[in-house]
T-cell receptor, first 112, second 110 residues
Framework: KAGVTQTPRYLIKTRGQQVTLSCSPI?????VSWYQQTPGQGLQFLFE???????NKGNFPGRFSGRQFSNSRSEMNVSTLELGDSALYLC???????????FGPGTRLTVT | QQQVKQSPQSLIVQKGGISIINCAYE??????FPWYQQFPGKGPALLIA?????SEKKEGRFTISFNKSAKQFSLHIMDSQPGDSATYFC?????????FGTGTRLQVFP
C-alpha cells in the first residue's frame, strides 16, 4: 500500500498571502487529521475530517481551514499568512478514527 | 488536563544499551497511547501503541510499559543501535485527537 502523500513538500510564501496544502491518505482510510509542528510548540492538532465532515478542531484561529473530498483526499488552507505560521504541516490518515494514525512526510511552509 | 509530559528532552546511549523514555498524563479519559519515531526531514512513524487494559506490549526491540494507577507510560528500546538515533514522541488520545509529548532526541553512539 502506498503511504500518505503530501504536496507540495516545500513552500515559501509572503506574509499576507494564502496557501493551500494537499494530502492524499492511504487507500481505504477515511479519516484525515492535520497537525502543525514547530520547534517551540511541538506537534499540535489542527483538525480532523471523516467522510467529508470536520469532526474535531484544535485551538487555531479561523485563518486555518480545511476540507475533505469524496475520495478522502484533504486540503488545508491558511489565509492571511503570518510569520508565525512557518512550520511543518503534517497530515495523518487512519481507517475510521484517531487510532493508528499514519503520517505523511509533511509540507515545510516558510513565511517571509 | 490535556497535557502529556515527556522526559528526558535528550538522551545519549551507547550502542547495545537500553534507551528509556518516560511520559505522564493526567486525563483518565485517554485510552490510547502510541509512540512515534521521527527522523529529520520525515513525518513521524508509528512505532508501537498500547491500550490501558494491558501493562506491557513488546514488538521486537521496542517495549511499552504502562502504569495506569500512576498515569505513566514508557518506551524501552533494547539493544539500541545507531540507526535508532531519532526524535521519539509519546502521544495520548482521548478518542478525538492525538496529544503529543514534547519529544526526546535520542543519540546512539557506536
Amino acid at each position: 500500500k502506498a503511504g500518505v502523500t503530501q504536496t507540495p513538500r516545500y513552500l515559501i510564501k509572503t506574509r499576507g498571502q494564502q496557501v493551500t496544502l494537499s494530502c492524499s491518505p492511504i487507500s481505504g482510510h477515511r479519516s484525515v487529521s492535520w497537525y502543525q509542528q514547530t520547534p517551540g510548540q511541538g506537534l499540535q492538532f489542527l483538525f480532523e475530517y471523516f467522510s467529508e465532515t470536520q469532526r474535531n478542531k484544535g485551538n487555531f484561529p479561523g485563518r486555518f481551514s480545511g476540507r475533505q473530498f469524496s475520495n478522502s483526499r484533504s486540503e488545508m488552507n491558511v489565509s492571511t499568512l503570518e510569520l508565525g505560521d512557518s512550520a511543518l504541516y503534517l497530515c495523518a490518515s487512519s481507517y475510521d478514527g484517531y487510532y493508528e494514525q499514519y503520517f505523511g512526510p509533511g509540507t515545510r511552509l516558510t513565511v517571509t | 488536563q490535556q497535557q502529556v509530559k515527556q522526559s528526558p528532552q535528550s538522551l545519549i546511549v551507547q550502542k547495545g544499551g537500553i534507551s528509556i523514555i518516560n511520559c505522564a498524563y493526567e486525563n483518565t479519559a485517554f485510552d490510547y497511547f502510541p509512540w512515534y519515531q521521527q527522523f529529520p526531514g520525515k513525518g513521524p512513524a508509528l512505532l508501537i501503541a498500547i491500550r490501558p487494559d494491558v501493562s506491557e506490549k513488546k514488538e521486537g526491540r521496542f517495549t511499552i510499559s504502562f502504569n495506569k494507577s500512576a498515569k505513566q507510560f514508557s518506551l524501552h528500546i533494547m539493544d539500541s543501535q545507531p540507526g535508532d538515533s531519532a526524535t521519539y514522541f509519546c502521544a495520548a488520545s482521548p478518542a478525538d485527537k492525538l496529544i503529543f509529548g514534547t519529544g526526546t532526541r535520542l543519540q546512539v553512539f557506536p
